[in-house]
């Protein structure tokens, strides 16, 4: 089972993330090249439209950046989430305690990866929104500017 720290987390956390698991749609496994293209273009579209629209467009299922179990999450450097295409109910909420079952502080790990780094792979166990199984998945997360970080991954079943 998943836990947090906060209680805005908390209210969030389990039901959101079944509730990212219980999201439907086709796609094929991915692989970790295309994951980091995804998110490279992600950060092109960044540059192209300013963060607030590309917050906007990452948070859509139509917005160019929700492709079967890829989708864009970004987080400034305290943890609140600025998008998610799997769940834009996280938008606004400080999920830096939410952790996966195995005890990782997933987004924490997320945003010193991407904070400390530059960019880089995190590995954690999150809920797969093709699968609709908590399953192995590596993201790639890319810092842009000084206070965000953003990233998608791909699923290892």
Same mark, same amino acid.
């Given at each position: 089972?998943?836990? =947090? =720290? $906060?209680? $805005?987390?908390? *209210?969030?956390?389990?039901?959101?993330?079944?509730?990212? *698991?219980? !999201?439907?749609?086709? #796609?094929?496994?991915?692989?970790?090249? +295309?994951?980091?293209?995804?998110?490279?273009?992600?950060? *092109?579209?960044?540059?192209? %439209?300013?963060? +607030?629209?590309?917050?906007?467009?990452?948070?859509?299922?139509?917005?160019?950046?929700?492709?079967?179990?890829?989708?864009?999450?970004?987080?400034?450097?305290?943890?609140?989430?600025?998008?998610?295409?799997?769940?834009?109910?996280? %938008?606004?909420?400080?999920?830096?305690?939410?952790?996966?079952?195995? #005890?990782?502080?997933?987004?924490? +790990?997320?945003?010193?990866?991407?904070?400390?780094?530059?960019?880089? !792979?995190?590995?954690?166990? !999150?809920?797969?929104?093709?699968?609709?199984?908590?399953?192995?998945?590596?993201?790639? &997360?890319?810092? &842009?500017?000084?206070? =965000?970080?953003?990233?998608?991954?791909?699923?290892?079943?």
């Amino acid at each position: 089972m998943f836990q =947090t =720290t $906060t209680k $805005t987390a908390a *209210a969030l956390g389990l039901a959101g993330l079944m509730l990212a *698991a219980s !999201w439907s749609v086709a #796609g094929a496994a991915r692989s970790a090249d +295309e994951t980091k293209a995804f998110v490279e273009r992600a950060v *092109a579209h960044i540059k192209d %439209v300013g963060e +607030e629209k590309a917050f906007a467009d990452f948070s859509r299922p139509n917005g160019g950046f929700v492709d079967g179990e890829l989708y864009m999450f970004c987080y400034a450097s305290d943890g609140v989430n600025k998008a998610h295409g799997a769940n834009p109910s996280f %938008v606004g909420k400080n999920l830096l305690g939410v952790k996966d079952p195995d #005890g990782v502080q997933v987004n924490a +790990e997320i945003i010193k990866v991407g904070m400390s780094q530059g960019s880089g !792979w995190v590995d954690f166990k !999150w809920p797969n929104p093709v699968s609709k199984k908590i399953e192995a998945k590596s993201a790639y &997360v890319f810092k &842009v500017g000084d206070r =965000t970080v953003r990233g998608s991954g791909y699923y290892k079943g």
